[in-house]
């Protein structure tokens, strides 16, 4: 057991590195310039170091839970690292963490979520160049696909290594990005008038359409 706490847990080195790798990594792709785009990169940084400081530095989450783990699931070894994987332990999977469909859909989600990042971005940088109201590329179908593809590596985060904290976490960055939306809206309509007003009557804010609409 102790073998497998060195091995497991400790590796500070890794909490570092893996999280500058995503941190850097999303913030190529965002490039946070006002003070509201740091507010939403600082959240999804705070979030990124949660994760791992629990993956690879300190299990908080499997310490608190270790009796109530033992007591249901004998035989565990709570200080490997595939005891962190807490769905699939609680799911009842067998065989290797890192290839049951929890973890399958988690590498999913975040590579979408990465991809509509960029995606983004790269329209978002072209029209406050021009001085217009992005429309195109990811914002033709939702107003705020910066935050939906924070959002979606987030929860993809949570469905591979899920922590007391960044459970706690979650609902609180789905507030704030929500809040940052509506008032990211209200600087919009200031400064586009009914241009803005037309984008917003015709594009949801989070959610695509199921389906294009013809009017």
Not at 8 to 21: C, D, K, P, R
Not at 155 to 172: A, D, H, K, S, Y
Not at 180 to 197: C, H, I, N, P, Y
């Amino acid at each position: 057991m102790n073998a497998h706490h060195e091995a497991a847990y400790g590796l500070w080195s890794l909490v570092f590195l893996n999280s500058a790798v995503f941190i850097i990594f999303a913030h190529s792709f965002f490039k946070p310039q006002t003070s509201r785009d740091w507010r939403t990169f600082g959240a999804f940084s705070a979030f990124i170091v949660a994760l791992f400081v629990e993956m690879y530095g300190f299990p908080l989450t499997i310490y608190v839970m270790a009796g109530w783990l033992q007591t249901h699931y004998p035989g565990i070894d709570l200080m490997s690292h595939d005891s962190g994987h807490l769905w699939h332990t609680l799911l009842g999977e067998k065989g290797n963490p890192h290839f049951d469909l929890m973890h399958i859909a988690s590498n999913v989600l975040i590579i979408a979520g990465f991809w509509l990042l960029s995606a983004s971005w790269h329209v978002l940088y072209h029209a406050q160049r021009a001085g217009v109201l992005a429309t195109g590329g990811p914002y033709a179908r939702i107003r705020h696909p910066q935050y939906v593809a924070f959002v979606l590596i987030l929860f993809g985060f949570l469905l591979q290594w899920p922590t007391i904290l960044t459970l706690l976490m979650f609902p609180v960055l789905l507030a704030m990005y929500g809040q940052l939306a509506v008032t990211e809206e209200r600087d919009m309509e200031s400064a586009f008038g009914k241009a803005w007003q037309a984008y917003a009557g015709r594009t949801p804010r989070f959610l695509p359409h199921l389906s294009p609409r013809t009017t």
